[in-house]
DNA sequence: TTTCATGTAACTCCATAAGTAGCGTAACGA
DNA sequence: TCGTTACGCTACTTATGGAGTTACATGAAA
């Protein structure tokens, strides 16, 4: 009747939805870097595509936590104070409505039983999200990177910028 | 077989895992019915395929939850007490584990920032994720099914078993 | 005008739930 | 023994969505 999950999070090679973490990634590295990041460089910090960078940033562009230059020293920039922007209103920015990966079909059965069965795992699920959203909800941007620093200071690594 | 091609219309865009809903389902209107069901008559149930209804139970008749019956007259049958499964248990049996559509690539990062990132991202998840296992796990079938009957009760319905 | 950068459309790739078809196997009954 | 019933299993198909890729247009600066 419990409880002990070891299939965590990031479990068995799924392929989840991380355009929220590779953006806060970016965000936190453009936030300690002078003048614009183009796609390309971010790409390759991501280890990924260019494309697939504007494409994600363009959320971002249009919430208008950042904006984007065209050609030389162009790139992408930010341009929100980092202390009010949440990691709730950058998932929702990307673009990422969808939190899991589970639910049910048929939203109105006819059947009584299924009805009462919806309901159940709908509650639970709302209850996470309220959670979820609560939590998301709680943490700016600038938080998140102040407690990156501190933790970086206790630990005595010099190396803020591993990747790039 | 019938192709029931209608889902995709209610159903607009995502594809949830909807084998814990669909199970629970299930194992209530088996709970209320004598002798074994086919696999033909909970896919009619279902509105879906025998063959699909048997690759879910596969997992619950290895749990040991129900157990199946070749041959004529046979079928699935519950084989467990309803009070001492939990929708959580029925969740694992069905090899659900997936529950967050979001997440993070890269468990293990050089960067230190995506290493803070994913930390924070994560442990928010893993929050959620307690919450809804401690939900899951706290639920009864049996629970599930006597609410249910208290809710029929006091609608005065008398329609127990809509579908079937 | 050349170069650099974003903007976007139109693909492909991949993993997974679900749907489908076919054949094997076990249990019963005549 | 034979036919029917029902599960068991494998392989294939479909649909979805994030990600990856290619190609080309657009705009800004040197």
Redesign the interface.
């Known amino acids: 009747?419990?409880?002990n999950?070891d299939?965590?999070?990031?479990?068995?090679g799924?392929r989840?939805?991380?355009?929220?973490?590779?953006t806060?990634?970016v965000l936190?590295?453009m936030a300690r870097h002078d003048g614009p990041m183009t796609s390309e460089a971010i790409g390759r910090?991501l280890?990924t595509n260019p494309v697939v960078v504007r494409r994600t940033m363009a959320g971002l562009r249009d919430a208008g936590y950042v904006k984007s230059e065209k050609g030389h020293g162009g790139g992408w920039t930010i341009a929100a104070n980092l202390a009010e922007v949440s990691?709730l209103d950058i998932?929702r920015a990307v673009g990422?409505p969808?939190?899991?990966?589970?639910?049910?079909?048929?939203?109105n059965?006819?059947?009584?039983?299924?009805k009462?069965?919806?309901e159940?795992?709908e509650d639970?699920?709302r209850?996470?999200?309220a959670?979820?959203v609560a939590?998301?909800g709680a943490?700016s941007l600038a938080e998140?990177a102040r407690?990156?620093d501190a933790?970086?200071q206790s630990c005595g690594?010099t190396?803020?910028?591993?990747?790039g």
Chains 1, 2 share one sequence.
Do not use: K, Y
């Open positions: 009747m419990v409880a999950l299939w965590g999070v990031e479990d068995c799924v989840t939805d991380s355009r929220l973490s590779r806060l990634h936190l590295h910090m280890g990691l998932h990422g969808r939190i899991f990966a589970i639910g049910s079909d048929h939203p059965p006819d059947c009584a039983v299924e009462a069965v919806n159940a795992v639970t699920l209850e996470a999200e959670l979820l939590r998301l943490i998140l407690s990156f933790q970086l690594t190396t803020a910028d591993t990747c």
